[in-house]
């Protein structure tokens, strides 16, 4: 059984700030924060993200979407397996539970929605031998 709770197996495998494009000008959904990439070497399925802004109005609660991709080895055509809502200030887990590290590529993108000016993003991997 994985204990998820032991702090020294989770390692971080992303962190990034964010902020608009024309940061003087108010968040629209043509100036907005773009959607983050990333694709990190797949060593668990159990990932623990955090996201935090420092503008954010004390009524908003929804940080963005996490989105997973995946697709065969040989040739690499995306395809969205899974999307889950990540809410701000807290840390929540992922589980991607029915992907193997031997069948798939990932790739995890973030999309803050349009309304923020900036946002920090942690993402950590617990780290298992899979």
């Known amino acids: 059984m994985t204990d998820l709770s032991d702090n020294d197996s989770w390692v ?6 964010l902020i608009l494009p024309d940061i003087n000008s108010p968040p629209t959904r043509e100036n907005r924060i773009a959607a ?9 399925p159990y990932l623990r993200i955090f996201c935090t802004s420092s ?10 979407w ?16 899974f999307s889950k809502k990540i809410f701000l200030d807290e840390w929540q887990l ?4 029915n992907i193997t590290k031997q069948t798939t590529q990932l ?3 973030f ?20």
């Open 12 to 17: 971080e495998i992303f962190n990034r700030n």
């Open 66 to 81: 996490i989105t997973i991709y995946i697709g065969s080895i040989e040739n690499f055509v995306p395809v969205r397996f």
């Open 94 to 97: 992922v589980e991607w539970a």
């Open 55 to 64: 503008t954010a109005k004390d009524t908003w609660v929804l940080a963005g």
């Open 107 to 109: 790739k995890y993108d």
């Open 36 to 44: 983050v990439e990333f694709s990190p070497p797949f060593n668990s």
């Open 111 to 130: 999309q803050p929605p349009f309304w923020f000016k900036d946002m920090a993003i942690s993402v950590e991997q617990y780290q298992e031998i899979i």
